[in-house]
RNA sequence: GCCCGGGUGGUGUAAUUGGUAGCCACGAGGGACUUAAAAUCCCUUGCCCUCAUACGGCGUGCCGGUUCAAGUCCGGCCCCGGGCACCA
């Protein structure tokens, strides 16, 4: 055996050894459990992986090797998301098909994996842009298509101008596109869509099952924005025209404030405003102002701190259904179109931005919510308990309000009032409902004018189609007489076709419309004269069911063998970074719950259970980019330090799911591990010895048990760096010994494998063994083994630490306190005082009150 | 502004979820081996007081509380990171 621990030698071996062998071939033995274990699978970009790209694969590759070991069927693949603009845009600078671009990447990337030693089975590799992957891709959006969760929309969208190309909201940093930074603006223009809403409640509603990070549930909640409220009409009233059937509808959750509604505000964009010319008096104005809406960008609409406008409808009052009073209506911009019916009832005593315009307009500002059930001034009951909720209107009506803090009231001429206080209460001023709580308020108000409770979202359909060349082609032909048809299944895929140039047209269009032979065809219905849609699907197409396609990638007759399906789903561990939160992660679940409904697939969540990785960064704390020249390439690291030294660093820096930095001069730590495990082998018993050897030290057999358990529920729970820290701690006290026992080392090697292979398959090996320690079964703790002779037990005083003792591990709670009491240092902090208070926690410490 | 995380030695972090704060690792200091250096091995390493590795005191962002006992629970703040943002 060599002298020296020779990584290149040792991992360059066994990687041919394993490749040759197929150990890494997924095995579809239906007897055995299943773990199916996955890695968002990379865009396979121009600059190649740095040392933070891997973090994530390392574990589920540590996890997967453990599953296996525990005797589990792993599956455990790896493919591209190769579809989307960067490599479009590579393209363009480099003047090569996108398709070879992606060819390059691709080879470049897995050759990078290749040398970390992962234990993919590469056999099951998907490439999006494959045409035998889009077909499905394709397929599916033919199914949304006819169940009606697809359709041509002309609605305003997100434009880069940039890019151009139409951007979904969820392709949006703010109002700036996520790829460029640019600047986004509406532009209406003819797209796919996908109804994502009808989904809404499940996506939402489901999320409770799921075993997510809470971070990362709660981030799909907030976009998801569910909001329960009412719908409540207006009636209209027109000085001009005296037409007073018009009518218009609010949205708002808090209807129990209805009475305290002094102006309503419809959206700029407002269709009714059209309908309504002829009864407004200032339609010039309104005109104007909705001029200068379209010309801001949405920042200048959305910049924080803008003081608020708009302009009144003279000549249009609106009638509150409550109380039949007359309210003035405004358009403002801080309406949204796109949200609940772009239109609002505004109770400036009770919401910030209504607040905010009333001041500004001089607006009367009513008050109709107490911030405290009015009871608990009013009137307290028997047991001094504050009455909550319901209290009589007719003490509640007169009085004062002291729960409002004086010094924050203001004057502005006509009514008292702290700034907007936007909680719950009781009602005020609010006829017959005075005196109700809020959430009572809120159902019987809504009934009393006839309106509707009503559930809103801020979550926005998904436009599915994008202006650019690089992506699965929309298998629609249009028309003039049949309109959007579908492309027949038998005639998918509809390949993307070669151009001379991947540009953008600039007008809107994709390069695709300027491919006439591609571009012409027969309708399919009809057989007359008809154009294929020229936009191509967003880049998350292929990212929302790829999961689906490793469990049967080569499938050419199905989406997927449902019988295999059935075995391999649902993911039982997803590992990825947070950042795919609001798009991949929804989009795909949305996807599996439609393929779910239509029987596709046997289960409606495709993810059981998700770990987010923690971004490695730069070694100055920022992020690992070309641009700062601060990248470290995995390649360099694997050549000096070796991939099992990689892995294991990789694994100890920190919280897995936490961010931190890379270091130079840490990694150096588990090199020397790894060393020192190669060192110490020369101090472990032959074979020959091996029958003999009992446990001569009883300690650290003891401490042996608890490293197993410890490795082996850490990385169940991905606590990658405390399992790391276990070994080493093992490590040091193994190295002590002048023997080492055969048996104990091997197992020693078998927790090891999963963090450094290489080295454990070399060290196997070399002790004797010709099996692949891979295949080898993970070793179990005995329990009767892990718990120690001697306890430690400390002594407070005063909820000080004074002493510690030892004591056996069975000797009895008298024992035990009769002991702590006996200690020499007792004399001085307990003395002659009585113990007032002797507590025992059993098997820790002693606390002694005097 | 709202919603999530987080704040512990010089650094990355650990702490059986209320029970001896600082495990493991890096760095630093000292020593051994060596002609020398590297590597390796041994010792020290939260802060203050101290000749002392004696006796003590302080200490987990800040202030207060609950408890025999708080890094951990409760209330109020201050910073840092992420997400959302005129969503009615």
Same mark, same amino acid.
């Given at each position: 055996?060599?002298?020296?621990?020779?990584?290149?030698?040792?991992?360059?071996?066994?990687?041919?050894?394993?490749?040759?062998?197929?150990?890494?071939?997924?095995?579809?033995?239906?007897?055995?459990?299943?773990?199916?274990?996955?890695?968002?699978?990379?865009?396979?970009?121009?600059?190649?992986?740095?040392?933070?790209?891997?973090?994530?694969?390392?574990?589920?590759?540590?996890?997967?090797?453990?599953?296996?070991?525990?005797?589990?069927?792993?599956?455990?693949?790896?493919?591209?998301?190769?579809?989307?603009?960067?490599?479009?845009?590579?393209?363009?600078?480099?003047?090569?098909?996108?398709?070879?671009?992606?060819?390059?990447?691709?080879?470049?990337?897995?050759?990078?994996?290749?040398?970390?030693?992962?234990?993919?089975?590469?056999?099951?590799?998907?490439?999006?842009?494959?045409?035998?992957?889009?077909?499905?891709?394709?397929?599916?959006?033919?199914?949304?298509?006819?169940?009606?969760?697809?359709?041509?929309?002309?609605?305003?969208?997100?434009?880069?101008?940039?890019?151009?190309?139409?951007?979904?909201?969820?392709?949006?940093?703010?109002?700036?596109?996520?790829?460029?930074?640019?600047?986004?603006?509406?532009?209406?223009?003819?797209?796919?869509?996908?109804?994502?809403?009808?989904?809404?409640?499940?996506?939402?509603?489901?999320?409770?099952?799921?075993?997510?990070?809470?971070?990362?549930?709660?981030?799909?909640?907030?976009?998801?924005?569910?909001?329960?409220?009412?719908?409540?009409?207006?009636?209209?009233?027109?000085?001009?025209?005296?037409?007073?059937?018009?009518?218009?509808?609010?949205?708002?959750?808090?209807?129990?404030?209805?009475?305290?509604?002094?102006?309503?505000?419809?959206?700029?964009?407002?269709?009714?405003?059209?309908?309504?010319?002829?009864?407004?008096?200032?339609?010039?104005?309104?005109?104007?102002?909705?001029?200068?809406?379209?010309?801001?960008?949405?920042?200048?609409?959305?910049?924080?701190?803008?003081?608020?406008?708009?302009?009144?409808?003279?000549?249009?009052?609106?009638?509150?259904?409550?109380?039949?009073?007359?309210?003035?209506?405004?358009?403002?911009?801080?309406?949204?179109?796109?949200?609940?019916?772009?239109?609002?009832?505004?109770?400036?005593?009770?919401?910030?931005?209504?607040?905010?315009?009333?001041?500004?307009?001089?607006?009367?500002?009513?008050?109709?919510?107490?911030?405290?059930?009015?009871?608990?001034?009013?009137?307290?009951?028997?047991?001094?308990?504050?009455?909550?909720?319901?209290?009589?209107?007719?003490?509640?009506?007169?009085?004062?309000?002291?729960?409002?803090?004086?010094?924050?009231?203001?004057?502005?001429?006509?009514?008292?009032?702290?700034?907007?206080?936007?909680?719950?209460?009781?009602?005020?001023?609010?006829?017959?409902?005075?005196?109700?709580?809020?959430?009572?308020?809120?159902?019987? %108000?809504?009934?009393? @004018? &006839? !309106?509707?409770?009503?559930? /809103?979202?801020? #979550?926005?359909?998904?436009? +599915?189609?994008?202006?650019?060349?690089?992506?699965?082609?929309?298998?629609?032909?249009?028309?003039?007489?049949?309109?959007?048809?579908?492309?027949?299944?038998?005639?998918?895929?509809?390949?993307?076709?070669?151009?001379?140039?991947?540009?953008?047209?600039?007008?809107?269009?994709?390069?695709?419309?300027?491919?006439?032979?591609?571009?012409?065809?027969?309708?399919?219905?009809?057989?007359?004269?008809?154009?294929?849609?020229?936009?191509?699907?967003?880049?998350?197409?292929?990212?929302?069911?790829?999961?689906?396609?490793?469990?049967?990638?080569?499938?050419?007759?199905?989406?997927?063998?449902?019988?295999?399906?059935?075995?391999?789903?649902? %993911?039982?561990?997803? @590992? &990825? !970074?947070?950042?795919?939160? /609001?798009?991949? #992660?929804?989009?795909?679940? +949305?996807?599996?719950?439609?393929?779910?409904?239509?029987?596709?697939?046997?289960?409606?969540?495709?993810?059981?259970?998700?770990?987010?990785?923690?971004?490695?960064?730069?070694?100055?704390?920022?992020?690992?980019?070309?641009?700062?020249?601060?990248?470290?390439?995995?390649?360099?690291?694997?050549?000096?330090?070796?991939?099992?030294?990689?892995?294991?660093?990789?694994?100890?820096?920190?919280?897995?799911?936490?961010?931190?930095?890379?270091?130079?001069?840490?990694?150096?730590?588990?090199?020397?591990?790894?060393?020192?495990?190669?060192?110490?082998?020369?101090?472990?018993?032959?074979?020959?010895?091996?029958?003999?050897?009992?446990?001569?030290?009883?300690?650290?057999?003891?401490?042996?048990?608890?490293?197993?358990?410890?490795?082996?529920?850490?990385?169940?729970?991905?606590?990658?760096?405390?399992?790391?820290?276990?070994?080493?701690?093992?490590?040091?006290?193994?190295?002590?010994?002048?023997?080492?026992?055969?048996?104990?080392?091997?197992?020693?090697?078998?927790?090891?494998?999963?963090?450094?292979?290489?080295?454990?398959?070399?060290?196997?090996?070399?002790?004797?063994?010709?099996?692949?320690?891979?295949?080898?079964?993970?070793?179990?703790?005995?329990?009767?083994?892990?718990?120690?002779?001697?306890?430690?037990?400390?002594?407070?005083?005063?909820?000080?630490?004074?002493?510690?003792?030892?004591?056996?591990?069975?000797?009895?709670?008298?024992?035990?306190?009769?002991?702590?009491?006996?200690?020499?240092?007792?004399?001085?902090?307990?003395?002659?005082?009585?113990?007032?208070?002797?507590?025992?926690?059993?098997?820790?410490?002693?606390?002694?009150?005097?």
């Amino acid at each position: 055996m060599a002298k020296n621990y020779d990584h290149k030698k040792i991992e360059a071996k066994w990687q041919r050894e394993w490749e040759k062998a197929e150990i890494y071939k997924t095995k579809e033995d239906k007897d055995k459990k299943k773990c199916y274990v996955l890695d968002m699978f990379p865009y396979p970009s121009g600059e190649g992986l740095h040392v933070g790209h891997p973090k994530g694969y390392i574990a589920t590759d540590v996890y997967s090797r453990f599953k296996k070991m525990s005797g589990f069927n792993i599956l455990h693949p790896m493919g591209w998301d190769a579809f989307g603009l960067p490599a479009e845009q590579y393209a363009i600078k480099n003047k090569i098909h996108p398709r070879v671009a992606v060819e390059k990447n691709v080879a470049r990337f897995k050759e990078q994996l290749s040398i970390i030693g992962l234990n993919y089975d590469w056999e099951r590799e998907i490439n999006t842009t494959d045409t035998k992957y889009y077909k499905w891709t394709q397929w599916i959006f033919l199914k949304l298509l006819e169940k009606g969760l697809a359709y041509e929309s002309y609605e305003p969208i997100n434009w880069c101008p940039s890019c151009q190309t139409g951007l979904a909201n969820e392709d949006l940093d703010g109002s700036a596109c996520e790829r460029c930074g640019t600047t986004v603006e509406k532009k209406p223009m003819r797209q796919w869509v996908l109804r994502i809403t009808d989904y809404a409640d499940r996506l939402l509603e489901d999320l409770d099952v799921l075993d997510w990070p809470d971070s990362i549930k709660e981030l799909q909640r907030n976009w998801i924005g569910r909001s329960e409220g009412a719908l409540i009409k207006f009636k209209v009233k027109s000085q001009k025209s005296k037409v007073t059937n018009d009518e218009f509808e609010v949205f708002t959750t808090r209807p129990d404030t209805l009475f305290g509604a002094t102006y309503c505000v419809m959206a700029p964009e407002h269709a009714l405003l059209d309908e309504w010319k002829d009864s407004i008096e200032n339609w010039d104005d309104i005109e104007e102002y909705r001029e200068e809406m379209k010309k801001k960008t949405e920042i200048e609409r959305t910049a924080e701190g803008k003081e608020k406008t708009g302009v009144r409808l003279a000549g249009v009052t609106a009638i509150n259904p409550a109380n039949q009073e007359e309210l003035p209506v405004f358009i403002a911009d801080y309406v949204l179109a796109q949200y609940g019916t772009g239109a609002i009832m505004a109770v400036p005593a009770h919401d910030t931005r209504d607040y905010e315009f009333a001041k500004k307009f001089g607006l009367p500002i009513r008050e109709v919510i107490s911030p405290r059930p009015l009871a608990s001034y009013l009137s307290t009951s028997s047991e001094g308990e504050t009455e909550r909720g319901c209290v009589k209107k007719a003490s509640a009506e007169n009085s004062p309000h002291p729960d409002l803090p004086s010094k924050e009231r203001e004057e502005d001429g006509r009514t008292k009032i702290q700034c907007p206080y936007i909680g719950d209460g009781a009602l005020i001023n609010s006829g017959t409902f005075s005196g109700m709580s809020s959430p009572e308020a809120k159902k019987a %108000v809504t009934e009393f @004018v &006839g !309106g509707e409770m009503k559930t /809103t979202y801020k #979550l926005r359909e998904w436009v +599915f189609s994008r202006q650019r060349y690089w992506g699965e082609p929309i298998p629609i032909v249009h028309c003039e007489r049949c309109g959007a048809v579908p492309v027949p299944e038998k005639d998918l895929p509809v390949k993307l076709p070669d151009v001379d140039s991947y540009e953008p047209s600039g007008t809107g269009e994709s390069p695709l419309a300027n491919i006439h032979d591609w571009v012409n065809v027969k309708c399919p219905k009809c057989r007359g004269e008809a154009k294929r849609e020229t936009n191509t699907m967003p880049q998350w197409a292929g990212s929302s069911w790829y999961y689906l396609r490793y469990i049967d990638p080569r499938n050419q007759n199905e989406l997927v063998s449902k019988e295999k399906e059935k075995y391999w789903s649902s %993911v039982d561990m997803y @590992v &990825g !970074g947070a950042e795919h939160a /609001t798009r991949h #992660l929804i989009y795909a679940r +949305f996807w599996h719950k439609f393929l779910f409904d239509i029987g596709a697939v046997n289960y409606d969540e495709p993810f059981a259970k998700l770990q987010s990785v923690g971004l490695i960064m730069a070694e100055d704390g920022r992020k690992m980019s070309k641009r700062w020249g601060n990248v470290i390439n995995p390649d360099d690291i694997v050549e000096t330090y070796g991939a099992d030294t990689l892995r294991m660093y990789e694994m100890f820096m920190g919280p897995f799911d936490q961010s931190s930095a890379w270091s130079t001069e840490s990694i150096i730590g588990p090199r020397r591990f790894l060393e020192k495990i190669w060192r110490i082998f020369s101090k472990v018993k032959s074979k020959k010895e091996k029958e003999k050897s009992t446990t001569e030290n009883e300690k650290l057999e003891i401490l042996f048990n608890q490293t197993i358990k410890r490795v082996s529920e850490n990385i169940e729970d991905f606590k990658f760096n405390t399992a790391v820290s276990g070994m080493m701690i093992f490590l040091n006290e193994l190295e002590k010994e002048e023997n080492i026992e055969r048996g104990m080392f091997e197992g020693f090697l078998k927790l090891l494998t999963p963090f450094a292979p290489h080295i454990a398959e070399e060290l196997w090996h070399e002790a004797g063994n010709d099996t692949f320690i891979y295949n080898e079964p993970w070793p179990k703790h005995d329990d009767a083994k892990i718990i120690e002779d001697m306890m430690t037990i400390a002594v407070q005083v005063n909820g000080k630490l004074r002493a510690t003792f030892e004591i056996e591990g069975d000797a009895s709670e008298e024992e035990v306190k009769r002991k702590a009491l006996e200690q020499k240092e007792m004399t001085k902090w307990v003395g002659e005082n009585i113990p007032k208070k002797v507590i025992y926690v059993k098997n820790k410490l002693v606390s002694i009150v005097v």
